[in-house]
C-alpha cells in the first residue's frame, strides 16, 4: 500500500473516532473516498431495523451523480446483500465486488453452464447499474452486514488499482468499528437525556467494542476490572476510601473503558506483530485523551473521564499525557494503572510471551513508590494473599 494511503487511512480512523452521529459520519467517509480514489460517485447502504432494509443513506460526487438519500433500498435477500453473506458466489475469494470482473464471470463455462449462476450474476450487474455503481465493498462488524460501501467508476476512466482496493477494505473495517460506535453513543445519550443514568449494558457494549479491534487483548478489560475491584476492596479495609457506592460505580465503568481510546488507534497498529516504532507508540500514547474526548460529552462522568485520562501517569512522574506524580494522579486512576499492568505482564503480547503470574507480581512490588502508588501496590499485594 502507498505511504499516501496510509497516511490517509490514519487520518480517516482519527477523525472517525470522534463523530458521534452516524449522518455526519458517513458524509466524512464517503468526501474521504471521493476525494482520494477521485471516483465519480459513492455512497452508503446502512441496515435500518425498523425498515429491515438496506438504505442508501448519503451519497455524494459529481455533479448529476448523487441518488437522493433513502430513494434506494435493498431488501436482505437481495443479489447485493447475497453475494457478500454467501460465499457460494464469491468465486475469486475477496471481498470486494468489481461489475468489470463479474461480466468477466458471466463468460466463464462454469457459470454459462450453472442456471443458478448465470442468472444470479446477470441480475446482480443489472441491481448495480441501477446504482451507478462499478465497486462494492461490505462493512461488517464481526459477523453482522451492517452496511454496503459503493463507487461508481474512477473520473479518469481507468481501473481501480490493487492498493486503491486495499485502502477501501481497510478503510471498511474502520467505517464498521466507526458506524458501530457512533450507534452506541446516539443509544447512550439518548437514555441518559431520560434519567442522566449510567447504563453498564451499553458500556460494556463499548468495551466489547475495543476489545474487537485488537485480537491481542480480548478478556483484558474484564481482568482489569475484576482486579481494581479487588485491589479497590483492600484500599476500603485500610479506610482510604470515602463514599464506597460512588467510589465502586466510578472505578467499574472507568475501568470498563480505561482503553476507549484505542479505538481511535488503527488495527495495523494494535495488532502489529513487532515492537512498535517511536512514531507508532507516540500515536498510541494519545489514546487516554482521545479518550477524553470521546466520553467527554457524557454528563456525570468526571471522575470517571478523570481516571481514563491520568491511568498512564506514573508516581515518579515520568507518565503520559501530562506527567503528574504522587497524590496528582487520582487514586482510581493509580488502581487501574497496576491492575492494567498486572494483566498486561500475565497477558501474550505480538511482540513477547506472558510472564509468570509470581514475577509479574514481584515487577509491581519493585516498582513500588516509583511506577505505582505505594498504597495501591500495598492493597494489589493483600489481593493476592487473601487468595486472589
Given at each position: 500500500?502507498?505511504?499516501?494511503?496510509?497516511?490517509?487511512?490514519?487520518?480517516?480512523?482519527?477523525?472517525?473516532?470522534?463523530?458521534?452521529?452516524?449522518?455526519?459520519?458517513?458524509?466524512?467517509?464517503?468526501?474521504?473516498?471521493?476525494?482520494?480514489?477521485?471516483?465519480?460517485?459513492?455512497?452508503?447502504?446502512?441496515?435500518?431495523?425498523?425498515?429491515?432494509?438496506?438504505?442508501?443513506?448519503?451519497?455524494g460526487g459529481r455533479i448529476?451523480?448523487?441518488?437522493?438519500?433513502?430513494?434506494?433500498?435493498?431488501?436482505?435477500?437481495?443479489?447485493?446483500?447475497?453475494?457478500?453473506?454467501?460465499?457460494?458466489?464469491?468465486?475469486?475469494?475477496?471481498?470486494?465486488?468489481?461489475?468489470?470482473?463479474?461480466?468477466?464471470?458471466?463468460?466463464?463455462?462454469?457459470?454459462?453452464?450453472?442456471?443458478?449462476?448465470?442468472?444470479?450474476?446477470?441480475?446482480?450487474?443489472?441491481?448495480?447499474?441501477?446504482?451507478?455503481?462499478?465497486?462494492?465493498?461490505?462493512?461488517?462488524?464481526?459477523?453482522?452486514?451492517?452496511?454496503?460501501?459503493?463507487?461508481?467508476?474512477?473520473?479518469?476512466?481507468?481501473?481501480?488499482?490493487?492498493?486503491?482496493?486495499?485502502?477501501?477494505?481497510?478503510?471498511?473495517?474502520?467505517?464498521?468499528?466507526?458506524?458501530?460506535?457512533?450507534?452506541?453513543?446516539?443509544?447512550?445519550?439518548?437514555?441518559?437525556?431520560?434519567?442522566?443514568?449510567?447504563?453498564?449494558?451499553?458500556?460494556?457494549?463499548?468495551?466489547?467494542?475495543?476489545?474487537?479491534?485488537?485480537?491481542?487483548?480480548?478478556?483484558?478489560t474484564e481482568r482489569v476490572?475484576?482486579?481494581?475491584?479487588?485491589?479497590?476492596?483492600?484500599?476500603?479495609?485500610?479506610?482510604?476510601?470515602?463514599?464506597?457506592?460512588?467510589?465502586?460505580?466510578?472505578?467499574?465503568?472507568?475501568?470498563?473503558?480505561?482503553?476507549?481510546?484505542?479505538?481511535?488507534?488503527?488495527?495495523?497498529?494494535?495488532?502489529?506483530?513487532?515492537?512498535?516504532?517511536?512514531?507508532?507508540?507516540?500515536?498510541?500514547?494519545?489514546?487516554?485523551?482521545?479518550?477524553?474526548?470521546?466520553?467527554?460529552?457524557?454528563?456525570?462522568?468526571?471522575?470517571?473521564?478523570?481516571?481514563?485520562?491520568?491511568?498512564?501517569?506514573?508516581?515518579?512522574?515520568?507518565?503520559?499525557?501530562?506527567?503528574?506524580?504522587?497524590?496528582?494522579?487520582?487514586?482510581?486512576?493509580?488502581?487501574?494503572?497496576?491492575?492494567?499492568?498486572?494483566?498486561?505482564?500475565?497477558?501474550?503480547?505480538?511482540?513477547?510471551?506472558?510472564?509468570?503470574?509470581?514475577?509479574?507480581?514481584?515487577?509491581?512490588?519493585?516498582?513500588?513508590?516509583?511506577?505505582?502508588?505505594?498504597?495501591?501496590?500495598?492493597?494489589?499485594?493483600?489481593?493476592?494473599?487473601?487468595?486472589?
Open positions: 500500500m502507498r505511504l499516501s494511503y496510509r497516511k490517509e487511512l490514519e487520518k480517516a480512523a482519527r477523525r472517525m473516532i470522534l463523530i458521534h452521529r452516524t449522518d455526519t459520519l458517513i458524509r466524512l467517509i464517503i468526501r474521504t473516498i471521493v476525494r482520494n480514489l477521485k471516483a465519480s460517485y459513492a455512497g452508503i447502504f446502512l441496515y435500518r431495523q425498523d425498515k429491515k432494509a438496506y438504505i442508501l443513506t448519503i451519497s448529476g451523480m448523487k441518488i437522493p438519500a433513502g430513494l434506494v433500498k435493498l431488501s436482505p435477500s437481495s443479489h447485493l446483500v447475497k453475494f457478500f453473506l454467501d460465499s457460494f458466489y464469491r468465486l475469486d475469494g475477496n471481498n470486494y465486488l468489481i461489475v468489470k470482473k463479474i461480466k468477466g464471470w458471466l463468460r466463464r463455462k462454469k457459470v454459462k453452464e450453472n442456471s443458478r449462476y448465470k442468472k444470479f450474476f446477470t441480475e446482480l450487474v443489472q441491481q448495480l447499474s441501477s446504482v451507478k455503481a462499478e465497486v462494492a465493498l461490505p462493512i461488517f462488524f464481526r459477523d453482522e452486514l451492517l452496511g454496503i460501501l459503493i463507487l461508481g467508476e474512477k473520473l479518469s476512466k481507468r481501473k481501480f488499482l490493487p492498493e486503491e482496493l486495499t485502502f477501501l477494505s481497510i478503510l471498511s473495517s474502520d467505517v464498521a468499528m466507526a458506524i458501530r460506535n457512533a450507534s452506541l453513543f446516539e443509544n447512550l445519550r439518548l437514555q441518559l437525556e431520560k434519567n442522566q443514568k449510567l447504563f453498564l449494558q451499553t458500556i460494556s457494549a463499548l468495551a466489547e467494542a475495543i476489545e474487537a479491534k485488537d485480537k491481542y487483548t480480548i478478556g483484558h476490572v475484576d482486579l481494581s475491584l479487588k485491589i479497590a476492596y483492600q484500599l476500603r479495609k485500610m479506610r482510604k476510601i470515602k463514599n464506597w457506592d460512588k467510589f465502586e460505580r466510578d472505578l467499574k465503568v472507568a475501568a470498563l473503558l480505561h482503553d476507549i481510546g484505542k479505538i481511535g488507534v488503527p488495527e495495523t497498529v494494535l495488532n502489529k506483530p513487532a515492537s512498535l516504532t517511536e512514531e507508532e507508540w507516540s500515536f498510541v500514547k494519545k489514546h487516554p485523551l482521545i479518550g477524553v474526548e470521546i466520553l467527554s460529552p457524557i454528563k456525570d462522568l468526571k471522575e470517571v473521564i478523570s481516571a481514563i485520562k491520568y491511568h498512564h501517569e506514573r508516581y515518579d512522574g515520568r507518565g503520559y499525557p501530562e506527567g503528574i506524580k504522587g497524590k496528582k494522579i487520582p487514586l482510581i486512576a493509580a488502581i487501574i494503572a497496576v491492575a492494567d499492568a498486572y494483566d498486561a505482564m500475565t497477558s501474550d503480547r505480538p511482540y513477547r510471551k506472558a510472564l509468570p503470574p509470581d514475577q509479574a507480581k514481584q515487577e509491581i512490588k519493585k516498582n513500588k513508590g516509583f511506577q505505582f502508588h505505594p498504597q495501591v501496590v500495598e492493597a494489589f499485594l493483600r489481593a493476592f494473599s487473601n487468595g486472589r
